[in-house]
């Protein structure tokens, strides 16, 4: 996949399958990168399992689609492969790592042009696999700052969005399951940084950007391989951080904004704290929820009844508790206990029994286009991408008791986890940050700052709070106008 640039076009990486893996060399250990049109490139150790170079530039622009001939050396051991390549002109950065036992894959991060975002694969522990639910690896995208000299790349503020992507609880949800969300195999070797990864202005810039891919189908929280797939994404959620601290070599002051979308708001909530039991003597963790807020009741019907979220039913029906239970936020399984823990993936009683510890930052929409669509299924509707259109023919009201028990929700929250900020938008979205028609830079809140500016100021200020409010939305996906 090849996407224009003035000066340069990404390019490529590849999987190398030893059958055995190199051997664990010692800290210090020679190790270089031979390929064609790069000569002998040196690699700088970064773990016993990951390697980086300095920038290099190719001696001469790389033809699109070429294979080029390459070999790792590590530690008198040598591997031959091809690497892929698509024109390039620009300065690049090597990344070698082992991310499963045998099999080791060379990444190709880009200094110049657009800003792309490199697929690395997540590097597995002893007896805890990375994998999808297909058992295909599991991939993060990384973008290193413009300028960073690779290997040298230490303390610089990471910014990473868990991804979202549903849940599946049955046969027949995996089933229907997007293959994005459940395999890693059609994924390009780059992705071009939209969303809250392009932002106008200079932090984020500065910032080591990452995309943790979500392919488990289990909220980032499973720890077994079940009859439906394997679900493996507490793994894969917890080893994605740990490398990134590592490979980069972020210290206890560096900000580290970990946020999450929809699916992933769910996990990283369920999970902060473990996060921070676990790492917060190696970053300074600020946390942002996007769209993350679900509810025991989603709406209100004509007679007055409350809309059940049919979430609960699943999450207490299907996987959820067998194979989630173990990673469900500690203390609200207390609360509900073992066999209510299920309710603790319902946020709203999460955050209303106030069990987790770290400040969070929520962005609450409050027309979710996703709850919007979960009543349709219930009436069975069809979901609709125009929510617009479907608000113009609610005779009924519907809409108006979609937002009346968000704001019911938000303020008894609010009451609870006085340290957390709530920016609740009178808009119809959901989930914002990866939203690739940049609505993330158009989103704007009434203290003047869109979803990336927020990130800036997490940034340049960790632990900044933000007075909860409940704003308005201007231009953005209301029709022109603002929504009562």
């Known amino acids: ?25 010692p800290q210090g250990a020679s190790a270089t990168l031979q390929i064609k049109g790069f000569g002998d490139v040196p690699l700088t150790m970064l773990t016993k399992r990951s390697y980086m170079s300095t920038q290099v530039k190719p001696d001469s622009t790389i033809i699109t689609g070429s294979a080029i001939p390459a070999t ?56 805890s696999p990375t994998v999808c639910l297909d058992k295909s690896p599991a991939m993060m995208y990384i973008s ?44 390009p070797s780059h ?60 210290q206890a002051a560096t900000p580290y904004i970990l946020a999450g979308s929809s699916a992933g708001a769910i996990g990283v909530a369920n999970q902060i704290d473990k996060v921070i039991q676990t790492f917060g003597n190696r970053a300074k963790f600020d946390v942002l929820l996007d769209s993350g807020f679900f509810k025991n009741a989603i709406g209100v019907m004509p007679d007055g009844k409350d809309i059940p979220n049919p979430f609960l039913l ?48 929520h962005i609450i929409f409050t027309h979710d286009t996703f709850v919007l669509n979960a009543i349709l299924i219930q009436q069975k509707q069809q979901p609709t991408e125009n929510p617009q259109e479907y608000i113009k023919k609610d005779q009924k009201g ?13 303020k008894k929250v609010e009451a609870v986890r006085t340290n957390d900020a709530f920016f609740v938008v009178n808009a119809f979205q959901h989930a914002v940050l990866r939203d690739r028609s940049e609505a993330a830079n158009t989103v704007v809140l009434k203290n003047g700052l869109t979803p990336v500016g927020l990130i800036e100021k997490m940034i340049t200020t960790p632990g900044t709070k933000f007075e909860g409010q409940i704003d308005s939305c201007e231009a953005f996906n209301c029709g022109g106008k603002q929504q009562q």
């Open 398 to 410: 519907i809409w108006k008791g979609v937002k009346l028990k968000t704001l019911e929700a938000v």
């Open 191 to 250: 992705l071009p940084a939209t969303g809250v990864f392009n932002p106008k202005t200079n932090q984020m810039k500065n910032s080591i950007i990452v995309l943790a891919k979500y392919c488990s189908q289990d909220l980032w929280m499973g720890k077994k391989d079940a009859d439906l797939g394997a679900f493996f994404g507490f793994n894969i959620f917890h080893q994605g951080i740990r490398m990134i601290l590592e490979d980069f070599k972020i």
């Open 1 to 25: 996949m090849t996407f224009s640039m003035k000066k340069a076009v990404l390019v490529s990486s590849m999987m190398v399958g030893l059958g055995h893996g190199l051997p664990q060399t």
């Open 72 to 127: 790792i050396k590590i530690g008198g051991q040598s591997i031959t492969s091809d690497v892929l390549f698509g024109e390039t002109q620009g300065p690049v950065t090597f990344h070698v790592s082992e991310y499963t036992r045998g099999k080791w894959h060379v990444a190709t991060f880009h200094h110049s042009g657009s800003r792309l975002m490199t697929k690395v694969p997540v590097r597995d522990a002893e007896g």
């Open 314 to 361: 699943g999450a207490q029906e299907g996987y959820g508790v067998a194979n989630m239970v173990e990673t469900i936020d500690p203390d609200c399984r207390k609360v509900f206990g073992e066999d209510g823990a299920y309710k603790c993936l319902v946020t709203e009683n999460l955050f209303a029994k106030g069990v987790v510890q770290a400040p969070l930052e």
């Open 144 to 187: 290193l700052p413009p300028g960073s000299e690779g290997s040298l790349v230490q303390n610089v503020p990471v910014v990473e969005i868990k991804e979202g992507g549903r849940f599946c609880s049955n046969k027949a949800e995996c089933a229907r399951a997007k293959p994005e969300r459940k395999s890693s195999v059609s994924y």
